[in-house]
């Protein structure tokens, strides 16, 4: 007998995705997952499932991306256990109804905002942490109360199989579903009516999940990417930053990470003793031959491999290499590279990076930076390092970015207290904790009344006395209204 793997694998197609959808809205029509017990079992599930199965989730992680194990536990692993906390901890607290004021046309009443789940929702997964982003929204969905289905990518083919095999033993397979599949099981899935999206990956395939959501007017988050900048002034620990650039770029998924420092732009005068601290935090980190260093991620398969080398064997490009450029073709490994003021116009000052490669771009002024960064599309992140309270404060005013992280790199995601998503080309819309539970849940305007404190004015016919009391009123003028009330000045 065929097990559901293969069923799935062998008829995934619209039909197979109309009707998974249809015994969703099933599901969901019941009401069974909006109550808090459900979500809260749901949400115990994932986590049971994070700390029964977290030897083979270092395994499959080390098979898709050969994610060193401490990456792993720090960057995925526990990044999902930290989610299910929070959402266990404050899930009655987010699904509060909100008490709001009133206005003066509304008195007497009270208000509320009631947050509701959406329904059906579809969660699309990158493969460079595939673990974390594929459960994470997943999370803020089973949060919110919707029915999820979850589609890992086919990139990362360990993870997603993982997720195939095991979270249906611990989750309500009535409500939560995972789909494998590429391009063509992902449109079967797409040309469904959904009631959001949650894409991470690409702003090329960003743009048909929008278009196909716009087909049913179905909302979207769009965790996108794009080239993150890194400005290093001069006036600076220089070890400790060079120990977390090096962290943030190369000890994050080799570079294949979406808020990656893309490229740092420092003045020309610091940039020569920029770059011996970057060496030798390098050296420091993964030895002289980073090439054997079991404490990097691999490039994820030959595809990127061979983007990636495009981008350093460009004309005008391999020449500007000052530190790296060694390849292992069979592994996939790229050794950590450094190169310095790449031609502007070239695919590797374009294109977002996603790999172990560091161009550095060289101004006169470190103020100049700004201005290289606003003449590009806004970033997932953008880094600076200062001592310089004005810089940082200039910085935080004239930058516009999904995030901003000052004197380190990447750790502003690890706060679930502050929205992650992107902005223009780097994505819509945004999610963690709090922001996790509003991005699956529609905020309802609910408001109450009585039968008392019916004021006649509201109603016709409108007579000039009680045009000049509303009028009064609306203005929430109180000698406007005492006039009106004693019936000055006489019409
Ligand atoms: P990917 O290739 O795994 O694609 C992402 C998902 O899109 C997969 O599930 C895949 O099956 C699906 N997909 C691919 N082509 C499709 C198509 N034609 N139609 C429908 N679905 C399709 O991942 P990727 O895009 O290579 O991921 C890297 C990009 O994602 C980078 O740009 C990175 O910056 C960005 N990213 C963003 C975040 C974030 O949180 N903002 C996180 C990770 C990655």
Redesign the pocket.
């Known amino acids: 007998m065929a097990n559901e793997k293969d069923l799935n694998k062998q008829r995934f197609d619209r039909e197979a995705a109309a009707s998974l959808v249809k015994e969703l809205r099933t599901t969901f029509a019941s009401g069974k997952t909006k109550s808090y017990e459900w979500r809260v079992a749901q949400l115990k599930g994932i986590a049971r499932m994070v700390y029964e199965k977290e030897n083979e989730l270092v395994e499959v992680l080390h098979k898709d991306l050969s994610k060193p194990e401490t990456e792993s536990h720090v960057t995925e692993i526990s990044m999902v256990k930290t989610a299910c906390k929070h959402a266990l901890k404050d899930l009655k607290k987010w699904m509060k109804p909100e008490k709001v004021n009133g206005s003066i046309l509304t008195f007497p009443s009270s208000s509320e905002i009631v947050s509701e789940p959406l329904g059906v929702t579809l969660v699309?997964?990158?493969?460079?942490?595939?673990f974390l982003?594929a459960i994470d929204p997943v999370i803020g969905a089973i949060a919110a109360g919707n029915c999820v289905v979850l589609?890992?990518?086919?990139?990362?083919p360990a993870t997603s199989s993982f997720f195939m095999e095991f979270l249906k033993e611990y989750v309500d397979r009535s409500a939560i579903r995972v789909v494998e599949?590429?391009?063509d099981?992902?449109?079967a899935l797409?040309e469904q009516k959904w009631d959001k999206i949650f894409?991470?990956?690409?702003?090329?395939?960003g743009r048909?999940?929008m278009a196909?959501a716009a087909k049913h007017l179905t909302p979207v988050v769009l965790?996108?990417?794009?080239k993150s900048p890194l400005v290093v002034d001069a006036n600076i620990n220089l070890q400790v930053a060079a120990r977390r650039i090096v962290a943030g770029k190369w000890g994050s998924n080799n570079g294949?990470?979406?808020?990656s420092p893309d490229y740092i732009i420092t003045t020309k005068t610091f940039a020569a003793t920029l770059i011996d601290a970057l060496k030798n935090t390098l050296e420091q980190f993964f030895g002289k031959d980073p090439l054997q260093s079991k404490d990097m991620s691999r490039i994820v398969n030959s595809n990127?491999f061979a983007r990636l080398t495009r981008l350093l064997d460009e004309d005008n490009v391999s020449s500007k290499i000052i530190h790296g450029g060694e390849r292992d073709e069979k592994r996939l490994y790229i050794s950590p590279t450094i190169l310095l003021d790449a031609p502007e116009d070239s695919q590797i000052m374009n294109e977002?990076i996603?790999g172990p490669l560091l161009p550095i771009v060289t101004v006169d002024k470190v103020e100049d930076s700004f201005d290289v960064i606003n003449s590009r599309s806004k970033p997932?992140a953008a880094y600076i390092f200062t001592n310089d309270k004005r810089l940082e404060g200039e910085f935080v005013r004239t930058v516009s970015a999904?995030g901003i992280l000052i004197n380190d790199t990447i750790i502003h995601?690890a706060n679930a207290n502050l929205p992650?998503?992107?902005v223009g080309e780097?994505?819509t819309g945004s999610y963690h904790g709090k922001f996790s539970f509003e991005a699956f849940s529609h905020k309802k305007a609910v408001l109450h009344r009585g039968f008392g404190g019916d004021a006649p004015m509201r109603y016709p016919p409108y007579t000039p006395a009680k045009q000049r009391l509303l009028k009064a009123l609306l203005e929430g003028s109180i000698y406007g209204i005492i006039l009106a009330l004693i019936g000055w000045p006489r019409a």
Do not use: M
């Open positions: 699309i997964a990158p493969w460079n942490y595939p982003l589609k890992p990518s086919e990139i990362s599949g590429a391009v099981e992902t449109s797409l894409y991470t990956g690409n702003g090329k395939v048909i999940i196909a965790e996108l990417g794009g294949q990470t979406c808020v990127h977002e996603f997932l999904g995601l992650f998503g992107g780097s994505g």
